[in-house]
Every structure is written in structure tokens, then in C-alpha cells.
């Protein structure tokens, strides 16, 4: 069964200093990695995802997500922060091996405060 | 493209009240998914809609739930009756494509409670 963890339930960080969310993810076959954002009250924004190819993605609003197979990870992260970067992130993954097409299996959640 | 579109934002009903919940997909979109957000279990699929079809349905907590999906452009989640602890953000979200690669886009969910 495919899974995604976010192990950290707040990331608190300085504004210019650079940030990282974390994720790892497990998936039978080629797993398919996505990054959205969501700002209070607001639904999900796309950030960026991984299909193949290069390992560093690069997204929305100056994010990045760095994919690494033998540790099944998908970091989301920022070279410097701002405060407006404060909101909740959600890693999601998709089982390339699955038969199911459609189904997106999202992480808890890790919510980034970015302090001036 | 105004991006997907829920109605209403915000519902406060009573138990035992009938509650119905509007999206309309992203045109051209032929994937369609509602998802329930709460602060206990986080974000979970209830159903998903490819071409106007459901494909998976697991996700429905009982058979109180029920979702339609009659065009290309509109579908409702239905709850009969509700219950408090269904109090939750209900996001819609549409896609576009035939395999893994594609992106979801999100509503701006509504946020119902029940008392």
C-alpha cells in the first residue's frame, strides 16, 4: 500500500534563512511526488511534482524539491525564507505501479512559520 | 478559468438536516474528486469521478454520503442526514489526463458544521 509521512508537524524558521519540509514516502512501484500549499481558509495550491527525469523540481514561488530514490524521500525546500511562506504543506504521492489512476494519498501536513 | 468552484463556502445546519455540497470542475477537466479535511484525520479521498463515472468510492464513510456527478460540469456530495462529527472542510479538486502525471486542483472547499 502506498504512504507518505511528513515527520515534523511545525517547521519554525527566520526569514532569509533557508527552509526544509520534510517527506518520505513508500510505493510498490515508480512513485509519482507532489507538493501543495495551503493558506488559511484557502484550499490546495499546486507547488511542484515529480514524474521522472532530474532529480531537483523545481516549482512555484521560488520552491524546490530535491526527489532521492534510495532514501524515499522528497524534501520540499527554499533557498530563503519569507514570511508569507507561513502556511500548511502537504507531500502527497501517487503509486506509478498501481492500477488506480486516480488516487493521490496526502500526508498529514507540516506547518511552516517563517519569523522576521 | 475561474478554477474550481464550490458552493456554498460556509453551511451550518442542524442534526439530522439534509446537506448538499456544489462543484463545478475546471472545464475540460474529466477527473473529479471530493476530499474531507479535519484536524483528526487530516486529508482523506471520499470518491473520485473519471468521465462523469465513479471509479472508487472507498473512501465514503457510510451510507449516509452519497456523491453524484450528472455532467461533465457538475457534482454534489450529499449527506442524509448529517451528524456532527461530520463537521469538516470539504475540498472538490479536477484534473485533467489519463495517468499518473496529472495535477490536481483544489476548490476553496466549504466548511460545514453540524450542531
Known amino acids: 500500500a502506498q504512504s507518505v509521512a511528513q515527520p515534523e508537524d511545525q517547521v519554525n524558521v527566520a526569514e532569509g534563512n533557508p527552509l526544509t519540509v520534510k517527506c518520505t514516502y513508500s510505493v510498490s512501484g515508480n512513485p509519482y511526488l507532489f507538493w501543495y500549499v495551503q493558506y488559511p481558509n484557502r484550499g490546495l495550491q499546486f507547488l511542484l511534482k515529480?514524474?521522472?527525469?532530474?532529480?531537483l523540481v523545481k516549482g512555484s514561488y521560488g520552491f524546490e524539491a530535491e526527489f532521492n530514490k534510495s532514501q524515499t524521500s522528497f524534501h520540499l525546500k527554499k533557498p530563503s525564507a519569507l514570511v508569507s511562506d507561513s502556511a500548511l504543506y502537504f507531500c502527497?504521492?501517487?503509486?506509478?505501479?498501481?492500477?488506480?489512476?486516480?488516487?493521490?494519498?496526502f500526508g498529514q501536513g507540516t506547518t511552516l512559520q517563517v519569523k522576521p | 478559468d475561474a478554477g474550481v468552484i464550490q458552493s456554498p463556502r460556509h453551511e451550518v445546519t442542524e442534526m439530522g438536516q439534509e446537506v448538499t455540497l456544489r462543484c463545478k470542475p475546471i472545464?475540460?477537466?474529466?477527473?473529479l474528486f471530493w476530499y474531507r479535511q479535519t484536524m483528526m484525520r487530516g486529508l482523506e479521498l471520499l470518491i473520485y469521478?473519471?468521465?462523469?463515472?465513479?471509479?472508487?468510492d472507498s473512501g465514503m464513510p457510510e451510507d449516509r454520503f452519497s456523491a453524484k456527478m450528472p455532467n461533465a460540469s457538475f457534482s454534489t456530495l450529499k449527506i442524509q442526514p448529517s451528524e456532527p462529527r461530520d463537521s469538516a472542510v470539504y475540498f472538490c479538486a479536477s484534473s485533467f489526463g489519463v495517468g499518473h502525471t496529472d495535477t490536481q486542483y483544489f476548490g476553496p472547499g466549504t466548511r460545514l458544521t453540524v450542531l
Open positions: 502527497a504521492v501517487r503509486d506509478g505501479g498501481s492500477s488506480n489512476t486516480g488516487k493521490l494519498i
Open positions: 469521478f473519471n468521465n462523469n463515472v465513479p471509479i472508487d
Open positions: 472545464s475540460g477537466h474529466d477527473y
Open positions: 515529480y514524474i521522472t527525469g532530474d532529480n
